[in-house]
């Protein structure tokens, strides 16, 4: 039982890093139709700015966090500009593939500044709360946070969604791209917007995940797969969706590790991506695929 | 420009497409602000290709299209929602998992100021739709989403109002509805252009008619002249 427990929260943890990539990759998908591949790595650049922010400044992981987001929303941005908007009107298997190509470039490029090897945003071991009301249940203070402002963030992003023009036109643009046109929303400044929070909560994720363990060029790459099981699972294009879908792939990639070695976490997030995609292609939440 | 009655819409021997052959070839259409001007032929004809070239969705390839006088051929749809055009395709027009009055917010997009007092008057024309404002528009009845989707069309407070097929898929009792509801509109001095499926009702209650076939004009009439001429009963309106 206290297994289970413990192994809850660690899925907690693990869920809260794979939402706040899921409502990104989701988003997206809704506005610009396509998957976008580069996102692991949009975690990864935003875990190392953050780094810089705490090497430089001497900002803790927690201060570095929003100015993580805000560097990563604008790379975001800059990255559409550059690439993403030149290709726009094609067809979304090429920006799907020019998106795997700007994963290569910008891992190459972690790998150029910050280098290839293992990397922490703080040494030394934090020493877990022990509750032992619940049978020495240990919780880390770390956790708590990164589920905490896991949970600010949906609550901002879902404020953002429906009680702001902007959000909402958000919401209308992935629900009818042709009558959002036809309405007169101007898609360019939606898009844009889209990557400040696409990009803004990569660079949460990506931070968390440096928080929980450690940075590594291939960090975000590697989270990528259960990171697009959430965002199927949820229905994709559904950033609601996004959250329960990063939750169920978490928890079930940790509580997998009861049974089975903790090497085929990411089996776990491909098998139900796999058995969604047959049995519920449109996702728990009617999905735009 | 020298009319008493303002021209509105003045679409001058149009020719394009969707990139390949034309599929407009040479068609003619014009609206006053005080009428409701119907466009029937037979499928393929070219009826919704020509709204769509009008509000810029199609490329114009020769041809003008004028707006109060002023040429805004292939014009973004964005610059026609600020002239004054409101335009509701055939389909999918309204945003299934947005709220009525979310829907009509999105209309309105490009308003400056406070959109209440424009969603009151949806509303007030639309009763029906003031009762169910906090429903997703996505759960309505076919009916009831083509209320949404004009009401969104009108929260710009548009000069002409274009609709593709308004009661596409509707019950005979909620077509008559329909056509009672665009009546309306156009009694507020809003200008109506639609195409229409169901040419005998909505020839009844349209100022002119134009018979497109081909992707030309064929006939140009008023709405009862069109419905008493035989030719046209026979070719289009099913004898």
Request: no cysteine; proline share 4%; charged share 15%.
């Amino acid at each position: 039982m206290n297994d289970i427990l413990q192994i809850l929260i660690y899925g907690m943890v693990l869920g809260s890093v794979l939402s706040m990539g899921a409502i990104g990759v989701s988003m997206i998908f809704g506005i610009l139709r396509f998957a976008h591949f580069a996102h692991g790595d949009f975690m990864t650049l935003g875990a190392y700015i953050g780094l810089t922010f705490i090497g430089v400044m001497g900002l803790s992981p927690w201060f570095a966090l929003p100015a993580a987001m805000v560097g990563m929303a604008v790379v975001a941005v800059v990255i559409d500009q550059l690439l993403y908007r030149r290709i726009r009107r094609t067809q979304p298997v090429i920006l799907l593939i020019s998106s795997f190509g700007m994963a290569l470039i910008l891992r190459s490029l972690i790998q150029l500044i910050w280098g290839s090897e293992n990397q922490t945003y703080a040494s030394g071991i934090q020493f877990p709360w022990r509750l032992d009301v619940l049978g020495g249940l240990r919780i880390k203070p770390d956790h708590v946070w990164i589920v905490l402002i896991s949970l600010g963030l949906v609550a901002g992003v879902h404020l953002f969604l429906t009680r702001t023009r902007m959000g909402k036109a958000m919401r209308a643009m992935s629900d009818n791209m042709d009558l959002a046109l036809v309405s007169g929303i101007p898609a360019e400044r939606v898009i844009i917007v889209t990557w400040i929070i696409g990009g803004a909560l990569a660079a949460a994720a990506g931070v968390f995940l440096g928080i929980d363990t450690r940075l590594h060029p291939v960090m975000g790459w590697t989270t990528l797969l259960p990171v697009f099981a959430a965002a199927i699972l949820g229905g994709i294009g559904r950033p609601y969706g996004a959250i329960v879908g990063g939750m169920i792939i978490g928890i079930s990639m940790e509580m997998s590790t009861l049974f089975i070695s903790a090497a085929y976490k990411p089996a776990v997030a491909f098998a139900i991506m796999v058995m969604m995609l047959i049995f519920r292609p449109q996702g728990i939440f009617k999905g735009t695929l | 420009m020298s009319s008493s009655t303002t021209t509105l819409l003045d679409a001058q021997d149009i020719y394009g497409g969707y990139g390949g052959a034309d599929i407009l070839k040479g068609t003619n259409l014009r609206a006053n602000a005080d009428e409701i001007v119907v466009i029937v032929g037979p499928n393929g004809a070219g009826k919704s290709t020509a709204m769509k070239a009008i509000f810029g969705l199609v490329k114009v390839r020769t041809g003008k299209v004028l707006f109060q006088g002023e040429d805004i051929t292939n014009a973004k749809p964005e610059q026609m929602v600020r002239r004054g055009i409101a335009y509701v395709p055939q389909e999918q027009n309204v945003f299934p998992s947005l709220t009525v009055q979310e829907n009509l917010e999105m209309g309105g997009y490009l308003m400056t100021g406070d959109l209440k007092p424009r969603m009151e008057k949806v509303y007030d024309l639309f009763p029906k739709l003031a009762e169910r404002r906090r429903q997703p528009a996505g759960l309505m009845s076919g009916g009831e989403r083509q209320l949404v989707a004009m009401g969104r069309a009108l929260m710009v407070d548009p000069k002409l109002l274009m609709l593709d097929e308004p009661t596409a898929g509707l019950s005979p009792k909620l077509i008559d509805e329909t056509f009672e509801r665009i009546k309306q509109i156009n009694a507020q001095g809003i200008g109506v252009l639609m195409v229409e499926q169901n040419a005998k009702q909505a020839l009844a209650i349209a100022s002119r008619g134009y018979v497109l076939a081909t992707g030309a004009n064929r006939h140009e009439d008023t709405g009862p002249n069109l419905l008493a001429d035989p030719e046209v009963a026979e070719m289009f309106l099913g004898g």
